[in-house]
Structures are given as C-alpha cells and as structure tokens.
C-alpha cells in the first residue's frame, strides 16, 4: 500500500513515483497527454515516436522535467530500433516498470479495395509493433521483477469499424495479444491490460472533426452528449497502470462515454428518438 507525499499526492496513491514507464506513438495527442499525467504522478517518462519533430514538441511541452522525461526516436516496426530504446531507458533510469503500446495508424479503405501491402504495413504497426514493444520491454519487466503492460486499442476492435482498412482487424489483435501476454506473463509479475478509446480529437482523427455537421451528429449519438479528449484515455491508463489495479490483468475498459451501450437507442421506434429531441433543439 503507497501512501501520498506533499509534492506529488497523485503519484503517492497510485504508486507510481520514480517507475520508469516507456510510451509508443508519444509524438501523438493520446501519448502526448498519458506523459504528461504520468510526469505529474511523478513517474520517469520515456517518449518513443518515429516523428522526431513531434517528440521536441511534447518534450517541450513538459515543464522542469528533465530529469523525468527523454525523448527516443524510435520505429515500432524495427525490432532492432526498439531494441536501441529500451537500452537506452535501461542505462537512463534502469527496467522499464510501465510500457503504454499506443503508436498506430489509420487509413480509409474498403475491404475488397485493400491492397495486401497496405494490410501488412497497418498490422506491422498497430498490432506487431505492439508485440514487438511486449517482448523487448517485457523482458525488463521480467528482470526487475514484475511490471504493467496497457495497450491502446478501440471499440473497433469489438465492432467493425468500415472502411478502414486493417484498423479494426489490428485493435481485435491488440486485444486477444493483451490477453495472452496476462496470462503468460502473469506468474512473473506482469500485467496487461487494454484501454479502448471511442470518439477523440485528435491529429490521427482531425479529418473527422473539422466537419462540424459530423462533430454535432457524433455528440448527439454518444451518451455522454460530447467528443472525448486525450485526458480521459489517459486517466484510464493511469489507473490501469497504478498498484491500485493491482490484481487486475487481462481487461479491457472501454472510455466511450457508453457509446457502444447506445445500439437500441438509434433503432427506430413510435414515439420518443433522442436524435428528434437533439434536432429540435439545434
Ligand atoms: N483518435 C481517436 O479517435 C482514437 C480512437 C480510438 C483509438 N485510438 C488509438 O489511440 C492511439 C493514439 O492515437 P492518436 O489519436 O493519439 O494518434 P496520433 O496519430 O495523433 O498519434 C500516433 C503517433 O504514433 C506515431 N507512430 C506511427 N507509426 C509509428 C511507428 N511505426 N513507430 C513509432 N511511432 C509511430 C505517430 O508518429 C504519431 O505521433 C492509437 O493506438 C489509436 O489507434 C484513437
């Protein structure tokens, strides 16, 4: 049981004050903003990303820090370019105690349009880059004598997301990787776990988002009646990554504001429909 301290009550009671933690994709806007709750936990932060310029920009985004935050340019698709950032953090600050697997990409298609390079090149990021970060940070995990392990996938990997290529194939791999990875590396002190983010804002999803008429038709559909930001992932993975969620490996939370709980209330029906009463009101 960790208790809190005055300079960092957050990190005190979720125990993560001086762990090492590594997270892919931190260039990205999720990443970007689980380093920077993670830094306020008082946790050491590694940033890997393969867009460098991204990484000075978020790096720089963190205040006093610099004994807590590195960036590592870092390919997640090139096992010997995660090989060269786990030594790296190894000889910084010692085994990596939390590894975030967020980097991943996206991009529209139709199933029977993909060209099976395209397919390949998705999965090689978004589902064996994942594996390959497991494996190579895992073991550090191993040898220091137990870790945590939190995947970002998405509601898409449970339903299909249409035409998007192999992104939804990718997220239902992240999940069923996760799993396994609980219960191989369970007994070594290791756990996994997943956060399934829904609808966010962010550079991956801005092509959405700068549709208002889609933003607006979005927030009418979800329950929570708006678009998530990169904090509410990122507090979830705090959790998942804390000895609060100590003795929990192998799940998965859904931070959809109960967007896939909605099914039933888009069937048409007599009488009441929630997208009539948000029209009326526009
Ligand atoms: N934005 C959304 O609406 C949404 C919804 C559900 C799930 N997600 C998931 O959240 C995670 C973060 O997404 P985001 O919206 O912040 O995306 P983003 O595009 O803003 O960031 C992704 C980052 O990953 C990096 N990256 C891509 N390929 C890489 C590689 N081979 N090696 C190293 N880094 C690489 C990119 O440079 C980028 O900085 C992803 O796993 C994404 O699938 C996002």
């Not at 940033?47 to 590592?72: I, P, W």
Request: aromatic letters at 4%; a negative charge; one cysteine or more.
């Amino acid at each position: 049981m960790t208790s809190s301290t005055p300079e960092q009550p957050l990190g005190g009671w979720l125990g993560l004050n001086d762990r090492t933690c590594v997270i892919t994709g931190a260039g990205g806007d999720i990443g970007a903003e689980i380093a920077r709750q993670l830094v306020d936990a008082g946790a050491r932060v590694a940033l890997l990303d393969r867009n460098e310029e991204r990484l000075a920009t978020v790096l720089a985004g963190l205040q006093d820090t610099s004994d807590k935050a590195m960036a590592v340019p870092c390919d997640v698709t090139s096992a010997a370019s995660v090989q060269a950032a786990a030594d790296k953090v190894q000889a910084a600050w010692g085994g990596t105690a939390l590894l975030v697997n967020n980097a991943a990409s996206l991009y529209a298609d139709a199933v029977m349009d993909i060209a099976l390079d395209k397919w390949n090149q998705l999965l090689a990021v978004n589902l064996s880059g994942y594996l390959t970060c497991a494996q190579v940070f895992g073991r550090q995990m191993i040898a220091r004598g137990g870790g945590a392990m939190v995947h970002i996938a998405s509601i898409s990997g449970s339903v299909p997301q249409p035409y998007s290529g192999a992104y939804s194939v990718s997220k239902a791999g992240v999940k069923m990787l996760s799993q396994l990875l609980a219960v191989e590396l369970g007994e070594q002190g290791v756990r996994s776990n997943v956060v399934s983010p829904a609808m966010i804002r962010t550079q991956m999803s801005e092509v959405i988002y700068k549709d208002p008429a889609v933003r607006l038709r979005r927030e009418q559909i979800v329950p929570a009646g708006r678009i998530s930001t990169p904090a509410d992932i990122a507090s979830a993975v705090l959790f998942l990554a804390s000895d609060r969620a100590s003795y929990i490996s192998g799940q998965e939370i859904l931070v959809d504001g109960g967007l896939t709980q909605a099914w039933l209330s888009l069937i048409p029906r007599p009488g009441f429909q929630k997208e009539d009463a948000a029209a009326s009101v526009a």
